[in-house]
């Protein structure tokens, strides 16, 4: 009995000057850096996520049919691709929307790989960006400016 008496003391002991070594600020920052881990490793899951639930509900009762929204997402990723932007083409594609149309086209769009220096789909370099922010890298103020002028919901978009 003195054996296992002693034993559980011991232990005890450890555990406590264990509990008592680290600091109780410590424990946070590790959950914090823990947290901070996993939005890291999980990024791309937690952008489409986060886009897939903010068009799904605005993308609703638009004035397209799906292939028309199909066509104007492939027409605008073309006009931005590879080295110059057609920015005629972005206008062409974008008069006459509505919010609920451009959700949609945006929806369709989804996340692609964009490379901000050369402004192109680069899947190995490229971030995963929006159609938003594939538009906001390639127009300038002025040219966002133009596109306000042809659909006023943009100004809403923080463009």
Known sequence: MA????????????????????????????????????????KSLFLRVFHF???????VGTGLTSEQI??????????????????????QVLTGTTKKDFYAISQEFGLKDYDRYF?????IFG????????LSFELNENEKAQLKQIAPYFAELGF
Not at 70 to 91: C, H, P, W
């Open 3 to 42: 054996n296992v008496t002693t034993y559980k003391r011991k232990v005890g002991t450890a555990v406590k000057v264990a509990n008592k070594s680290i600091p109780f600020y410590y424990k946070w920052l590790f959950l914090a850096l823990g947290f901070l881990l996993v939005i890291f490793l999980f």
């Open 53 to 59: 639930i903010r068009t799904l509900f605005l993308s």
């Open 70 to 91: 199909r066509v104007k997402s492939d027409e605008l990723f073309q006009a931005m691709d590879g080295s110059g932007t057609d920015e005629n083409k972005i206008y």
């Open 119 to 123: 402004g192109r789909e680069d899947i």
């Open 127 to 134: 971030t995963k960006r929006t159609l938003e922010q594939w």
